[in-house]
Every structure is written in C-alpha cells, then in structure tokens.
C-alpha cells in the first residue's frame, strides 16, 4: 500500500516563500516520478515539477520560471517555492507513478497511479 502525505502548505504574502513536503509510504516498486500538481477553484489541475526518484532527472512548468525547486531526500519529495504570487493559490498535490518517456508524459496527472490528499497554499497581495 503506498501512501503519500503532504506538509508545508500556509498562507503568505506576495514575494514570500513556502517549502512543500511529500512523504512517500510503502514499496517503491513500480515507481519512477514523483510530482507536484496544483489545482485553483474552478481551474483544472495543473502540473508544476516532477523528479526521477531513481537519480537526478526533473521537469519544471514554463510558469515556474525558475522560482520553484524539485528535491528528494530518502523517501521525501519537496517543493520550494520562492517569489510567490497569487497566481500560485491552489491546492498541491503530490502523485508518484511509473512513466515511461517522463519528458513527455510527466505533466500527465492521468499517468500517476498515487496521490496525496493536498495541502492549501494561498498567496495574498
């Protein structure tokens, strides 16, 4: 049984910083990616950053545009947020799965098979 929980979310200020945590529980087998995902009100869910469990491999969204950072450590995937705006409210999700040509599948929620529950991030101005 795999589980994955989410941690970090908040409410911040335009500029600020935030860091995401994802705990993955259970076998890693039949796991490749890990991924975070964000999804507004009204809005369909949206991909952010993805990384090869595995090694060092990541993909980032245009939107990023290098403000976010993708990391592992053990069985714990982050997200580090900087420069944030209120285009960045949503929910994040985590999702781990098994992706076969990650460079153009990755931003598939569809392809993963586990998902957290989320963790609300909001972004005033």
């Known amino acids: 049984q795999v589980q994955l929980t989410e941690a970090g979310g908040g409410s911040v200020n335009v500029g600020e910083s935030l860091q995401l945590s994802c705990t993955f529980v259970?076998?890693?087998?039949?796991?490749?990616?890990m991924a975070w995902f964000r999804q507004a009100p009204g809005k369909e869910r949206q991909e952010v950053a993805a990384?090869?469990?595995?090694?060092?491999a990541t993909f980032y969204a245009d939107f990023v545009q290098g403000r976010f950072t993708i990391s592992q450590v053990r069985n714990t995937v982050y997200l580090q947020m900087n420069s944030l705006t209120p285009e960045d409210t949503g929910m994040y999700y985590c999702?781990?799965?098994?992706?076969?040509?990650?460079?153009?599948?990755?931003?598939?929620?569809?392809?993963?098979?586990?998902w957290g529950q989320g963790t609300q991030v909001t972004v005033s101005s």
């Open positions: 999702a781990a799965g098994l992706l076969s040509k990650p460079s153009e599948s990755w931003s598939r929620p569809t392809l993963y098979k586990h």
């Open positions: 259970g076998y890693m087998n039949g796991i490749n990616y």
């Open positions: 990384i090869y469990v595995h090694g060092t």
